[in-house]
């Protein structure tokens, strides 16, 4: 079985409460929204990717580094608590297009990360539907709250493709989170959604690195239900 490794660098997350009745629209119907606080949650997650490899193997050419940005929700499914991805955004336009006739929704983004000591700012652009985000963020304490590892300890990933459900599965150690301070100058993600984040201060952590290992996808099994059991 092939295997993917990545090293995940400056890692930003950023989490904006949602109205569950509203995101649940956008989510596969075989999914379940896991809720915190009876939120459902939307999240921005930005960072650089580098040793895109596979396992054992040297980095592919032309695909060793870039940087991404990734939508996403957070679900539950047989049991099993995830991820949703809406879409991800990646700057590596080759990997865009091989993956489309795949299983995840990558899109070819203009993605830039800047830094000065302490001070980062990113700014991201998917001209196709206009979605635009740039931030800004300092790095504070670390932080281990319930929250924190809810909403970040997710080892399983759903994505849907056609009528098809599948699931991705990844191995890395726990995440090392610090506080983000964060000033959001421009956000127009999530443009399927009625509304915008816009303005809207959202929680923010961040890890400075973290290699992981990401299983290929996985058809997830469709329920089948014997009728003839509720015609007696």
């Not at 990545?6 to 009745?21: A, E, G, S």
Request: contains cysteine.
């Amino acid at each position: 079985m092939w295997m993917m490794t990545q090293t995940w660098q400056d890692v930003l997350f950023l989490h904006w409460p949602i109205d569950p009745q509203e995101l649940e629209k956008h989510v596969p119907k075989e999914l379940k929204l896991d809720l915190f606080e009876q939120n459902a949650w939307l999240s921005a997650v930005l960072f650089k990717v580098y040793r895109h490899r596979l396992r054992f193997l040297p980095p592919l050419p032309g695909m060793n580094t870039y940087l991404q940005l990734n939508v996403r929700t957070y679900v539950e499914y047989n049991g099993m608590k995830g991820i949703y991805f809406f879409h991800l955004d990646v700057t590596n336009n080759f990997l865009s297009k091989i993956t489309a006739i795949g299983s995840l929704p990558y899109r070819h983004s203009n993605i830039l990360v800047k830094q000065r000591g302490n001070h980062y700012s990113y700014t991201s652009h998917y001209k196709a539907c206009d979605e635009r985000l740039r931030v800004i963020y300092t790095i504070e304490d670390k932080t281990n709250t319930n929250f924190d590892r809810w909403i970040v300890e997710r080892y399983h990933s759903w994505a849907k493709w056609k009528d098809t459900l599948f699931r991705i599965d990844i191995h890395h150690s726990p995440w090392e989170l610090k506080r983000a301070n964060v000033t959001i100058q421009s956000n127009t993600l999530a443009s399927f959604m009625k509304g915008s984040l816009q303005g809207i201060q959202p929680h923010a952590h961040y890890a400075k690195n973290k290699t992981a290992r990401v299983f290929p996808p996985a058809v997830e099994r469709k329920m089948v239900i014997n009728a003839s059991r509720f015609l007696h």
